[in-house]
């Protein structure tokens, strides 16, 4: 990848994470920010990557503690967003069972 | 043709379907109506691309990557599934700082293997590592301070100073890594030890009520840290992913801190947050407490009813309460509607879903600039645990540490029923003036009891 190349996805990335969040509504803000938190999990590649080409041991401590930390990342945001987003519901498909009804 | 080669175009391939599957499943996270659904595909995109990274060529350390893989995994899925819904602004924080201390791990390898090649990707990898390192540590210290571990917001003389010389070693040292100039083991290593040490003295003199526009800041650090390391190890997932999280995240990170009428470089550079302004002597007159009785009453025979809830109800797990006790509003006829402050809760959007949690739909649900004008022909507004977000001395006392915060109008309102459990100041320590006027009412006791004895009061009505 050049490095022109890279400058020219790091611009527009960011403009994409700009519009897709600019006209979101006050209620999601929470939901959002761990959703995002959620997708910064993908370091989890980049954490198995790293750790795959460590070699001494300092490396492989550091990467093992890498991968263990980006898994925690993904698998908590993913965990916590969804528990969040499921409760979300209209007046017309409100949930049975639960809640004082 | 070598075998790579072909695992390598499916690499790029499934990498390419998780960008999608990410910025398609953040649109959909942004409306009610499909946010369910976009955690999935962004979940989906996530699942694709761990899958294909065992694919990559020449990795080893299968042995150490899986175990660690399993372990992170697990913890996160307990902790998750078990936190308490109040507790959820924190819970963010913690896992948002193993995401930006797995991107310092990152840089940490590869630096110390001498992994990156060239003055450009050392630069990037050495300025990942310490976004990413500030974010680890900083984060921890918020979810230490939010889940009250860490109880006082150190603070001292030349504090300021203390930081910036933090910051200026953490450059220098991180110069002479890029600049190729000293890459050994203990510039390294003091390069992350210094940017460590920055991230928790940054956090700790920061105060409570600051603590969500500086987890969502640490939020959008972590995104970026994640790009710069994507940019190291040629990543385009990690840097299409890390990036749009960075700007989104500092957009989220800016409208918080307009909602809260402050500014970024006011949260991270002043003390105010959990201190209080000094008590101003503007506010007159006498509390006037009131039955439960009463209000019943006078909540049965409304047209129409704003309920403000505040962090103090969601505190006293109040919110099944006081939908049961709405609901018996509406069964009677009463128009009736919940006004939602900006920063209603522990971070902006938190109260949406704690009373979602209770099964209130959203669309009962309003924020400040739909409902503020309807205060005026509301004939009771129900302020539960909410304190500043109602107050006026907003509109009017410019000593006062939260004037020109946009406030709910419950002033407006024919009368006002305040239910608290008792007399103290709000989570800013400012008196509030709301509770003083003629209008007002107040309804002393934990919001659980109160809604309990409003409703058997409004049953009582028939």
Known sequence: MTGMVALYIFMLAAFTGYEVIARVPVILHTPLMSGSNFVHGIVLVGAMVALGGAQTPLEKAIGFVGVLLAAGNAVGGYVVTERMLEMFKASGTRRVGKGPH | MPAWMSADLAIQASYFVTAVLFIMGLK??????????????????????????????????????????????????????????????????????????????????????????????????????????????????????????ITRSLRFGGQQLLNLLLLAAALTLGALVAAGVNSSFAVLTGFFVVALVLGISMTLPIGGADMPVVISLYNALTGLAVGL???????????????????????????????????????????????????????????????????????????????????????????????????????????????IHPVAGRMPGHMNVLLAEAGVPYDLISDLDEINAEFETADVALIIGANDVVNPVARTDKSSPIYGMPILNADKAKNVIVIKRGQGAGFSGIENALFYLDNTRMLYGDAQKAGAELIQAIKAVG
């Open chain 2, 28 to 149: 959909r996270m942004s409306s009610p109506v499909t946010a369910r659904s976009g955690i999935l595909w962004a979940g989906a995109g996530m699942a694709v691309a761990t899958a294909i990274t065992f694919l990559y060529p020449s990795m080893t350390n299968y042995g150490l990557i899986v175990p660690a893989m399993l372990i992170g995994s697990v913890l996160a899925w307990w902790s998750g599934k078990r936190v308490a819904m109040t507790n959820m602004p924190q819970m963010i924080a913690l896992y948002n700082g193993m995401g930006g201390g797995a991107a310092a791990a990152i840089a940490a390898v590869e630096l110390y293997r001498g992994g990156t090649a060239g003055y450009v990707t050392t630069t990037l990898a050495v300025a990942g590592g310490i976004i990413g390192a500030v974010s680890f540590s900083g984060s921890a210290v918020a979810f230490g301070k939010l889940q009250g571990l």
């Open chain 2, 229 to 339: 390391e994507g940019f190291v190890l040629e990543n385009a997932a990690m840097i299409i992913a890390g990036t749009v999280v960075g700007s989104a995240g500092t957009l989220l990170t800016q409208l918080m801190a307009r909602a809260m009428n402050r500014s970024l470089g006011n949260v991270l550079f002043s003390g105010f947050g959990d201190t209080g302004g000094p008590a101003t002597g503007a506010v007159t007159g006498s509390l006037k407490p009131i039955e439960a009785s009463d209000v019943g009453v006078m909540l049965a025979f409304a047209q129409k009813v704003i309920v403000v809830p505040g962090y103090g109800m969601a505190v006293a797990q109040a919110q099944h309460k006081i939908w049961e006790l709405c609901q018996l509003l509406i069964e009677r006829g009463v128009q009736l509607r919940f006004a």
